[in-house]
């Protein structure tokens, strides 16, 4: 692994027909609020428009903002979201969730990088620890509290995760990162040039994260020592944009009872033609290999999307795609998969209607036909209102049917891995259906205020249960509910050097076994979510050459889980050395000695961090 990233980390330097040049790049602080809430996004309407006009609960985290927050990771980066509720469960893992449901094996949230979903259908969610990219890279991650079936399809019932990096022309010239604390160390060189139509970029990276302790002090036996390499090219001609990239990585943990291995690589092409006036057509392919102990995942993916040029109030979008998984388990006598070997593939196609009904009031119709091997044809259709009453606010409402189709671990999975079984897949669960229903309010009252609201309720449909069967207990689909809420922030500047954010989200869920059902689980003891959070963020430039930025963090507490209610302090104090050095000091936890974030286990302590950025 270690030969295969010095080759693509040294070769292009060597190669390189030309010298690279590094671009000027505003930043966020050079931003005025009415730039930053007019930033492009894409995830909502799957074409780009400015963040103000997006009629969904979007929260965009800035490549800025997580420069400023002196993060490690995309786990922690993650907090930066008011809309999520983010509890990391050891050193790169969390339970990560919108809109309820959180656990190790959250399953109602899509998460993509640069279009690359990296869900596992195993259980429907993400190995958040297998997962990484160069932060320093990263553009923007655009996060969606809500279902974005018509466009991501089947599993994006809760939220969509799209984070999204920068094209290589924006990454010119070397970068060099590197820092060590408490809890490890990490290095990340990253290399960009110019080629005769386009741009290039190649990067290394190696951390190793020691082990976290729990409350009695003994080790979690969860560090982790990883080596990542990647590249990305990005090219045109006359009318066409061209993007190739990958990543190849390799870890080794500590898990008990030996050391556990990941091991992947991925490669991802998009095709982009722009016919002028709106009307484009992409295509974007990927091909995603990973391995960790006991299974091993194949990924083959292909989508197309057809924007039409706009005609009278209709602008149309018509898209479609392909995914074919193999998926491959090695059984032990604590779990098996029967059988251990399972090809999954399906299909979609999909039409959405952008429809100008005035010139202050918009439609968007949408639907989905989404084939999956368990349950045959999914529908998922979608509606959005958004009036403009003003040009500084916005009122949008959406109703949508989404579902979470079945994973392995609800029709194949037995425990213990050998009869008889306490628990085993059940060979007809049905997909959980959620029809939610969505009211919103966007303004930017002043030039230096900004802020969003939304209210939600989704109707919850054959939610997962645990039932008797002939022979033990099987997975069903007894349990129905619902669950509702609100979710909010703001974006004031109070000076020109000083900015504040903050978010607040408040949710309650409620199940119960539907009738003739039968429920063996606790509906109390089952639900793993905080009706309360906040989060708050300042950045403050000190002097022309120091930043200060501090954020604090509130969890409500998780009674079923024996975790109590707890506030993080991290702050952030950087010294611009030069206008290519940078030199900053991390604290997370700064005011509170310890505490545990999502079960009894990990104890996540006051740590500092010490990081070096050089761009030559």
């Given at each position: ?28 602080a050079?931003?005025?609020l009415?730039?930053?809430?007019n930033i492009?996004?894409?995830?909502v ?6 963040l ?10 800035t ?28 050193t790169?893992?969390?339970?990560i ?7 190790t ?17 195993t259980?429907?969610?993400?190995f ?11 553009d923007r ?7 974005g ?27 060099l ?10 290095a ?9 139509n386009?741009?290039?970029r ?5 951390f190793?994260?020691e ?14 020592d ?32 030996v ?24 295509a ?9 102990p ?74 989905k ?11 998922l ?24 189709i ?11 891995g ?33 802020w969003?609201a ?16 002939p ?5 069903s ?18 000076t ?14 409620k199940?119960?076994?539907i ?15 905080p009706s ?17 930025d501090?954020m ?36 997370q ?5 310890k ?22």
């Amino acid at each position: 692994m270690r030969w295969i990233v010095a080759l693509l980390f040294v070769a292009p330097a060597v190669f390189a027909a030309d010298q690279p040049v590094v671009v000027a790049q505003r930043t966020a602080a050079d931003l005025t609020l009415e730039e930053l809430v007019n930033i492009t996004v894409t995830t909502v309407s799957g074409r780009p428009q400015a963040l103000a006009a997006a009629p969904g609960s979007i929260y965009v985290i800035t490549g800025e903002d997580i420069r400023r927050s002196g993060v490690k990771n995309i786990v922690e980066a993650l907090q930066l979201a008011p809309n999520l509720q983010v509890a990391r469960t050891g050193t790169m893992s969390g339970a990560i969730t919108a809109r309820g449901f959180n656990g190790t094996l959250a399953n109602k949230l899509l998460v993509l990088i640069d279009g690359r979903s990296i869900y596992t259908p195993t259980f429907s969610g993400v190995f958040w620890e297998v997962h990484d990219v160069v932060l320093e890279d990263v553009d923007r991650i655009e996060v969606i509290s809500g279902p974005g079936g018509v466009l991501w399809g089947a599993n994006a019932v809760n939220g969509v995760i799209n984070i999204l990096t920068k094209p290589a022309a924006l990454t010119q010239g070397w970068m060099l990162s590197a820092g060590a604390g408490n809890d490890g160390s990490f290095a990340t060189a990253r290399l960009g040039g110019r080629t005769e139509n386009g741009h290039y970029r190649v990067y290394a990276k190696t951390f190793r994260w020691e082990d976290l302790t729990n409350p009695a002090g003994a080790s979690q036996r969860d560090g982790l020592d990883r080596v990542q390499a990647g590249f990305r090219s990005d090219w045109t001609t006359a009318r066409d944009g061209f993007t190739f990239q990958g990543d190849i990585y390799g870890s080794t943990g500590n898990q008990v009872p030996v050391a556990s291995e990941f091991e992947g690589l991925n490669f991802l092409g998009r095709w982009q033609r722009d016919f002028g006036g709106g009307e484009n057509l992409r295509a974007q392919a990927y091909y995603d290999y990973s391995k960790r102990p006991q299974q091993q995942l194949t990924v083959a993916d292909l989508e197309v999307a057809y924007a039409m040029r706009p005609r009278g109030a209709h602008r149309l979008l018509f898209g479609g795609g392909a995914r074919h998984a193999r998926d491959k388990f090695a059984s032990s006598a604590a779990f098996a998969f029967f059988p251990p070997d399972k090809t999954l593939s399906g299909w979609n196609l999909y039409v959405q209607d952008e429809i100008a009904l005035t010139d202050t009031l918009d439609a968007t119709l949408g639907a989905k036909i989404d084939r999956n091997t368990y349950t045959g044809i999914e529908f998922l259709p979608s509606a959005r209102l958004a009036w403009r009453p003003s040009t500084s606010s916005m009122v949008w409402a959406a109703w949508s049917r989404a579902v979470r189709i079945p994973s392995r671990v609800d029709r194949e999975l037995f425990l213990p891995g050998v009869p008889p079984f306490a628990l085993a897949g059940g060979q007809t669960f049905q997909s959980e259906i959620s029809y939610v229903y969505e009211l919103g309010y966007r303004a930017q009252p002043l030039k230096a205020l900004s802020w969003s609201a939304t209210a939600f309720y989704h109707d919850l449909q054959k939610q997962r249960s645990v039932s008797p069967g002939p022979a033990g207990a099987v997975i069903s689909n007894d349990r129905e509910g619902h669950t509702s809420g609100a979710e909010g922030w703001l974006a004031w500047r109070v000076t020109d050097r000083w900015r504040l954010e903050g978010g607040y989200t408040h949710q309650k869920t409620k199940l119960r076994v539907i009738p003739g059902g039968v429920d063996l689980q606790a509906l109390a003891n089952t639900l793993a979510d905080p009706s309360d959070w906040w989060k708050l963020r300042s950045s403050l430039e000190l002097w022309d050459r120091w930043q200060l930025d501090v954020m604090a963090r509130h969890y409500g507490a998780l009674s079923n889980r024996n975790v109590p209610s707890y506030t993080a302090v991290d702050v952030r104090l950087a010294w611009k050395v030069s206008p290519r050095a940078e030199v900053a000091l991390v604290v997370q936890n700064l005011l509170d000695d310890k505490h545990i974030e999502f079960a009894p286990g990990a104890e996540f302590r006051r740590n500092g961090l010490l990081r070096v950025r050089l761009d030559l």
